[in-house]
């Protein structure tokens, strides 16, 4: 099995490379459309397999505080992963102006499918569920395409949450703009190259914890993401202001 896990994230690793190296943000908008409307099918599929679940099983014993909960802390912050791809989406807007009111109205559906998702989980599921819910799923031929849309939607979105990551680490290490010519052209592929082997084996490595290495993860980036740099953001520009 760790040689199927290897494989698999080796090839989606390769297969993710032709998306990263794309050199402006919006040849990414075909490629999140489709993975938005992947995410939507796959949660559509997903809240259909909860409410058989319960349908069939009824209300698992919950308990709302076990030894753990100090992992569901890590993993609830990771829901700010997606934030990063806020500025180049704003910076693609043709009307930035709606920028703010479609903003606060996505933030508060995705709120609302957060609440809805994790409380039916927890209900179908008592306070014991899998780390990766569509693995709970039975082998059936609807299961096993929720499961496809929902790979196919995270590899979809890798490059654009990659994108601002990336700009800020290849400025840090001296690589310049891609439109310059050959030369900084192949060193920013060869760069993008590193940045996602190291992000596969990191991937590798962490496969036999996924909840853990969700939670630490989110602790050290997810944290500062979502609760520490948009303040820092917010006084580096009332003091330019």
Known sequence: QRRVHGLVIALLTAASYPLVCLRHVQSLAIP??????????????????????????????????????YMFIGSATFAFEGVQCVLPVADSMLEPSRFKPIMSGVAFAVLAVYVTFGSLGYLAYGPNPPSIVTSALPMTPAAGAVQVVYGAAVFLTLPLQLWP?????????????????????LQTDVWRALLLAAMGLVAYAGADAVFQL?????????????????????LRLGAAR
């Not at 939507?40 to 599929?45: D, I, N, R, S, V």
């Not at 990551?165 to 052209?185: C, F, K, S, T």
């Open 32 to 69: 999140s459309l489709i993975a938005d409307v992947c995410t939507g099918a796959g949660l559509l599929g997903m809240f259909v397999a909860l409410g058989q679940q319960l349908e069939e099983s009824g209300a698992s014993p919950t308990a709302w505080v076990n030894g753990q909960w």
């Open 165 to 185: 990551a990336n700009a800020i680490l290849e400025r840090w290490v001296g690589i310049r703009p891609a439109d310059g010519g050959p030369g900084p052209r």
């Open 214 to 234: 969700l939670s630490v993860t989110a602790a050290f980036t997810a944290v500062p993401l979502g609760f520490v740099v948009p303040p820092l953001l917010h």
